[in-house]
């Protein structure tokens, strides 16, 4: 080939590389969470308080021909965010199991939500910026599976709560500090009303 066509080639293959490598991260968006984990438990551990949740109940059994339901989600529905801001649950570094410390938070939400009949929650889960944004992703998603899973314990039916992770995009605190990322580590109820 001609010298010319190397320059060529050389040219294209610099803008093409400089092109992928310049461009600009994608919108995050969060992560919904869908269907729900079998019972048996409020953290990974499959404890409420440092006592177990299991039963004598023998597992379900799984038709792997049909599609697991999926619980309704409440799209459209108007979102209240101060009724339970004083609830939100706080969670220690790295943990998804709800603390018996906070577990009056979740108790409090569980009453006044048995009492809305038409309405229904959405478990919001977070962290803090340490860590990948995958992890935290997956983090906040088990966070959310917590909580919504100690809600149901008490009484609220499945078919009432959504959730989704946000992973560390939406920090309640800014700063770089154990201060700030322990009001990060969180879980947030928000009441949703139909439209």
């Given at each position: ?25 994608g ?95 959405k ?51 800014q700063?770089?500090d ?18």
């Amino acid at each position: 080939m001609k010298p010319s066509v190397f320059a060529n080639l050389a040219v294209i293959g610099i803008v093409l590389a400089s092109g992928i490598v310049g461009c600009k991260k994608g919108q995050k968006n969060p992560t919904p969470i869908p269907g729900g984990r079998v019972p048996g438990g409020v953290g990974p551990d499959g404890a409420l308080d440092g006592r177990s949740l299991a039963t004598n109940e023998p597992p379900a059994v799984v038709d792997p021909n049909k599609p697991l339901p999926l619980p309704p989600t409440h799209v459209g529905w108007r979102e209240d965010r101060d009724t339970f801001s004083a609830q939100t649950v706080y969670f220690d570094l790295d943990k998804s199991v709800v603390k018996a410390s906070e577990m009056a938070k979740v108790e409090a939400v569980a009453t006044r939500l048995k009492t809305e009949a038409g309405k229904a929650m959405k478990v919001e889960g977070h962290c803090d910026e340490r860590g990948t944004e995958e992890y935290n992703r997956a983090l906040g998603e088990r966070r959310a599976i917590a909580v919504r899973d100690a809600l149901i314990r008490l009484g609220v039916g499945l078919d009432r709560i959504d959730t989704v992770s946000f992973g560390e995009d939406k920090p309640a605190v800014q700063g770089h500090d154990e201060a700030a990322w322990s009001k990060n580590r969180r879980g947030e109820f928000i009441l949703l009303s139909p439209p």
